[in-house]
C-alpha cells in the first residue's frame, strides 16, 4: 500500500519514484500488477510453469480485478486473474507478509470465487475449477518445497474429493541449486530487481521495459503518483466518515484539493441517503 509522503518538491518525488522503481521486483506487488496488466502472453507464461501444463491457453487476463458482493460482505481485489480456454480460472496474489498468505485467507479467495460464478437456481455443477496460487516471499510451511499444492482429500479413503477447488503456494524464498527447472528459475527472477540477472526471457523483456525504456519508466511513475493519490483519497474519505474534522483541515492534511474533498463528502451523503 502507498503511503503518504512528507512535503517534497516534484524534483525529490521523482527521485525517489525512481529508486523505488530500481528496487522493484516482481516479487513486490505494486510492480507485478504492472508487469502483468494487459500481457495475457506473459501471464500465459508464467502460469504453464506454475500449474505445469505447457498447452494451457489463456483467453482473459485482467489486474487488480474486483469481487463485489452484497452490502456488509467483504469485498476482494485479485492482483492477477484469469480464465483459460477450458473455463478454469486463476487467482494470482504476491503475499509478502505470512499474515496474508494464512491458510484461511486462502480458503476465502477461493470461496469468493465460487460466489462470483453461480448464478441463481445455477446448477452447482457449473462451477469452474479455481487456482488460487499465492507466491510468499518466505517458506510459508518451512519444508523447503518450491511449491505446496493444497487439494481436499477424502480422509476414509485417501483419494482426492475432486471439487475442481485447487490452492498453491509458491515459495519465493526457494533455493536449489541442482534444480534447473523452470518454476525454480521462475522463483529465482521474481526475486530479481534487474532485468540482466533474470534467467527467463519473457520476464526480464517486461521488466526491462518498465525500468529501462524512457515509456516504461514514465508509465510505473505515473502508476506510483496515481497510487499515492487514491491513498491520500481512502485517508480523506475516512476522516469525511468520522465526522469530527473539517473539510478544509482534511484538505491541509492530505495535500488534496478543497473541491476533492468537498466531492467525496457529496459521494458520501448520496450513497447514505
Known sequence: MAKLKPDITPEEERKQNLEQLANYRPLDDDFMRELFRNDLELAQFVLRIIIDKPDLTLIKEESQYDLQHLF??????????????????????????????????????????????????????????????????????????????????????????????????????????????????????????????MLLQPLADRTRYFKETPEGVEYMCKAMEDRITDEKIRIAYNLLLLGTISKEDIAKATKLPLETIIELEAEIKSVSV
Open 72 to 197: 456488509g460482505e467483504r469485498s476482494i481485489c485479485l492482483d492477477v486473474f484469469g480464465v483459460d480456454s477450458e473455463g478454469q480460472q486463476y487467482d494470482f496474489e504476491v503475499q509478502r507478509q505470512d499474515k496474508g498468505a494464512t491458510p484461511k485467507r486462502a480458503r476465502y479467495h477461493s470461496s469468493a470465487m465460487d460466489v462470483d460464478n453461480l448464478k441463481e437456481k445455477q446448477k452447482f455443477d457449473a462451477l469452474p475449477n479455481t487456482y488460487v496460487i499465492f507466491i510468499t516471499e518466505n517458506d510459508f510451511f518451512g519444508k523447503g518445497k518450491a511449491v505446496y499444492p493444497i487439494e481436499r482429500m477424502n480422509l476414509a479413503t485417501g483419494e482426492p474429493f475432486g471439487d475442481g477447488e485447487h490452492i498453491l503456494y509458491i515459495n519465493g524464498a526457494y533455493e536449489n541449486k541442482d534444480d534447473n527447472s523452470d518454476l525454480a528459475k521462475l522463483i529465482h527472477d521474481f526475486r530479481c530487481s534487474k532485468a540482466d540477472e
